[in-house]
Nanobody
């Protein structure tokens, strides 16, 4: 019953901004971490940014100082604010959540992905 719903992708010019969102819903005991990965053509999926339940953040070196990951107070929705976008940021962006379904069961879930294209 757990689902991750992504939104916010699109086409922007270099230097522009986009804000991605991902909402987790369903039978969830607790949220351990949520974050964003991306995959460009011919490339492996890579971590972009993550946010743990204790608010620890992790960023890829390529996006530090440009991207910001955040969450709602309910911790069920994660955002990725992307500023100063570059053509090399073009990729499909995937939301990821590490969830505790019960006190003893943890699972990773993935959103369906949203396309971000940065081009002049």
């Amino acid at each position: 019953q757990v689902q991750l719903v992504e939104s916010g992708g699109g086409l922007v010019q270099p230097g522009g901004s986009l804000r991605l969102s991902c909402a987790a819903s369903g039978t969830i005991f607790s949220i351990k971490a949520m974050g964003w990965y991306r995959q460009a053509p011919g490339q492996e999926r890579e971590l972009v940014a993550s946010l743990s339940s204790d608010d620890t953040t992790t960023y890829a070196d390529s996006v530090k100082d440009r991207f910001t990951v955040s969450r709602t107070s309910a911790k069920n929705t994660v955002y990725l604010q992307m500023n100063s976008l570059k053509p090399e940021d073009t990729a499909v962006y995937y939301c990821n959540a590490n969830l505790a379904i019960t006190t003893s069961l943890r699972r990773n879930y993935w959103g369906q992905g949203t396309q971000v294209t940065v081009s002049s």
